[in-house]
C-alpha cells in the first residue's frame, strides 16, 4: 500500500476499506507499513494483550461453579457463600503440560504450585482468610491459573483469551471493601463482562447490581464501544419446579392431565426471567445485550462420567430423567439432549471467536490510524 504525507488522507476510511477481518491480516498490513509506522508501536500492536472476559455476580449465584464445569473438574472453590477472595487469571492453551498455578501475595512475595498441588491446595489459597486455618494460604493478591477448559476452549486458535473469577460483589463483612476494589479494577481492564446472575434470588440480584457495579460498567463501555456485557441466569433449573406450580399445572385433575400442562407450559418461567433480564438490560442502556441462561449443576450432571458421580448425583440425574419420560414420552431422551445444549454455555454460544477476533482487529486498526496520522503531522512540520 503506498501513502504519500503530501495530500489529506482519512486512515480510517483506508483501512476500513481494506476490509481486514483476521489478526494474521493485520500483521501482515502492519509488514507493508514497516517504513511508515514506529518499530515499536509494531511491536506492541503485535503484541495485543489476551482478551479478557471477566466472570462477575453475587456471591452464591454459582460463577465458580459454572467455571468448574468448563473444567470438569472442582478446581476453584465453590460453597453457598462468598468463597473467592481474590480474582483468578485463567490461562487456558490446550496443552496441559502447563498447567500450573501462580500465587501473588498482599505482601509482594509469590509462589508457584506444579499441577498436582493446584488440585489439593489451589482452594485453600482462592478462599477467604477466614476460612483458613494455615496462615500460608492467607493475604492473596492474585492468582494465575495455567489450566486447560475440558469443555470451553478456544479450538480455532485465532487468539488468546483470559478468563477472570471475581469476588462475590455484595459480600458484607469485613472483606467487602476488598472485594469491591478487586472487581473494579477487573471490570477495567477487562474486555468482556459476563455477569451472572441467580435465578432463585433474580429481582434481589438486579437489584443489587444497580449499585456500583453497574455503573463500573457503564463506564468501562463509555471508554471502549467494543466492550460486552453478558447476562447469565444460572441455576435456571429451578425454574422446572417453578413451571410444576403454575395453578394451571398444579391444580390438573389427573397425572396424566398433570404432564400435558407441565409441556404445553414448558419455559414459561424461563421466558419470563429472560425478559424481566433484557428489561433491565435495556432501561440501563445496554441495548440488545445478550440473555443466556444455564444450570452449572445439571451441565455438570450430564458431562460427569457415571464411575466419576457420587450417589447424590446419580439419584439427581434418575429423577431428571424421570421427569422428561413422563413429560415427553417416547421423545424424550432427544428432548434431554436439545434442553441440556440450551443451557450449556460454551464457545458457540457465549464466546463468539470470530466476533471477539474482529473487535481486537477493530482496535489494532485503530491504533494503526493513529500512528499514521501523528507520522503525517511530523512529517508536514519537518518540511515547513
Not at 127 to 149: A, C, Q, R, T
Not at 170 to 191: F, G, M, P, R, W
Not at 282 to 292: G, P, Q, V
Request: aromatic share 10%.
Amino acid at each position: 500500500m503506498e501513502v504519500h504525507y503530501s495530500q489529506e488522507l482519512h486512515y480510517e476510511k483506508i483501512l476500513e476499506n481494506l476490509q481486514l477481518t483476521k489478526i494474521a491480516q493485520v500483521h501482515a498490513l502492519l509488514d507493508l507499513l514497516y517504513p511508515l509506522i514506529k518499530k515499536s508501536t509494531i511491536k506492541s500492536i503485535k503484541a495485543y494483550h489476551p482478551y479478557k472476559i471477566a466472570l462477575v455476580a453475587n456471591m452464591s449465584a454459582g460463577k465458580t461453579s459454572l467455571i468448574n464445569t468448563w473444567f470438569g473438574d472442582d478446581i476453584l472453590p465453590s460453597l453457598s457463600c462468598a468463597t473467592t477472595d481474590c480474582p483468578v487469571y485463567i490461562y487456558s492453551d490446550n496443552d496441559i503440560s502447563n498447567n500450573h498455578a501462580h500465587i501473588i501475595f498482599e505482601d509482594g512475595s509469590s509462589l508457584s504450585l506444579v499441577a498436582e498441588e493446584v488440585k489439593h491446595e489451589l482452594k485453600h489459597y482462592a478462599s477467604k482468610d477466614s476460612m483458613n486455618n494455615d496462615k500460608k494460604y492467607m493475604g492473596v493478591k492474585e492468582i494465575h491459573l495455567h489450566w486447560d477448559f475440558m469443555y470451553l476452549q478456544n479450538q480455532k486458535n485465532v487468539f488468546n483469551f483470559i478468563i477472570i473469577d471475581t469476588p462475590g460483589i455484595n459480600n458484607t463483612d469485613k472483606y467487602a471493601h476488598k472485594h469491591l476494589k478487586s472487581t473494579q479494577k477487573v471490570i477495567a481492564e477487562s474486555d468482556m463482562v459476563l455477569m451472572v446472575l441467580d435465578y432463585g434470588q433474580l429481582d434481589a440480584c438486579l437489584e443489587i447490581t444497580k449499585g456500583g457495579v453497574l455503573e463500573m460498567l457503564k463506564k468501562r463501555k463509555g471508554e471502549d464501544s467494543n466492550f460486552e456485557v453478558f447476562f447469565i441466569i444460572n441455576k435456571i433449573d429451578l425454574a422446572l419446579s417453578d413451571n410444576a406450580s403454575l395453578d394451571e399445572v398444579a391444580h390438573a385433575q389427573t397425572a396424566e392431565k398433570f404432564y400435558e400442562k407441565l409441556k404445553e407450559y414448558w419455559f414459561f418461567h424461563e421466558n419470563r426471567a429472560i425478559k424481566k433480564v433484557e428489561a433491565f438490560a435495556k432501561n440501563n442502556n445496554f441495548e440488545n445485550a445478550c440473555i443466556l441462561s444455564t444450570s452449572s449443576f445439571f451441565v455438570k450432571l450430564f458431562l460427569l462420567k457415571n464411575e466419576a458421580m457420587s450417589f447424590d448425583e446419580e439419584d439427581n440425574l434418575d429423577n431428571l430423567k424421570k421427569q422428561f419420560k413422563r413429560i415427553f414420552g417416547d421423545i424424550w431422551e432427544r428432548a434431554l439432549q436439545e434442553y441440556i445444549e440450551s443451557i450449556s454455555i460454551d464457545d458457540k454460544s457465549v464466546f463468539n471467536l470470530e466476533m471477539i477476533e474482529k473487535n481486537i482487529v477493530r482496535k489494532m486498526m485503530s491504533k494503526i490510524a493513529v500512528e499514521l496520522r501523528a507520522n503525517e503531522k511530523a512529517f508536514k512540520k519537518k518540511k515547513k
